[in-house]
């Protein structure tokens, strides 16, 4: 499963008997660079990984967050 994919993505021990035996690990990412140390400290490092994963999408997907329509 993990054939080619980045050194930091591999089997784990501690896992084995789990449903899911490997892990990836996030390392080159600086929450606080990208949302800001108050944001980031209100925040577990899963959901600032997941927010962070959000706006890229949100960017990639060239959407506009300002044009939205909120009523």
């Given at each position: 499963v993990t054939e080619g994919l980045a050194p930091s993505v591999g089997p784990r021990p501690e896992l084995d008997g789990l449903p899911c035996d490997f892990f990836y690990s996030v390392t080159d990412c600086d929450?606080?660079?990208?949302?800001?140390v108050a944001a980031q400290r209100l925040m577990d490092r899963f959901a600032q990984l997941a927010v962070i994963a959000a706006r890229e999408a949100?960017?990639?997907a060239?959407?506009?967050?300002?044009l939205w329509d909120s009523g």
């Open positions: 929450p606080r660079e990208l949302l800001g949100v960017a990639d060239g959407l506009d967050p300002a």
